[in-house]
Every structure is written in structure tokens, then in C-alpha cells.
């Protein structure tokens, strides 16, 4: 299920990521959901190596 969520972030990187949005024709949703999960794995590997 997909939700809504609101971030406060300055405004050169909102420029960027609009920017970047046009030249990789992606939402800026799926931009930071796609860096997020990439976030996530690399955690959930860093996790799986301590043990």
C-alpha cells in the first residue's frame, strides 16, 4: 500500500529534483522510493554481516 509523505527540504534540491525528474522522466516519488529501498538493503546487509 502506498501513503503519502511530506518533506521539508531546501530549495536547490527541490530545484534538482525536478530537474533530474525531467531528464530521467521518473516522479520524484519513485526517485526518493527507489534511493530509500536502496538505503534499506544496504542497512539490512550491513545487519546480516554483523552476525
Known amino acids: ?6 518533506l521539508s527540504i531546501n530549495d536547490d534540491l ?3 529534483a525536478h ?3 525531467k531528464e530521467t522522466n ?3 516519488s ?3 522510493e527507489e534511493y530509500l ?3 534499506k538493503k544496504q542497512h ?3 545487519l546480516k554481516n554483523r552476525n
Request: no cysteine; glycine share 0%; net charge negative.
Open 30 to 32: 519513485h526517485i526518493v
Open 37 to 39: 529501498a536502496e538505503l
Open 1 to 6: 500500500m502506498k501513503k503519502k509523505l511530506t
Open 19 to 21: 530537474d533530474f525528474s
Open 44 to 46: 539490512e546487509k550491513e
Open 26 to 28: 521518473q516522479s520524484i
Open 14 to 16: 527541490i530545484d534538482f
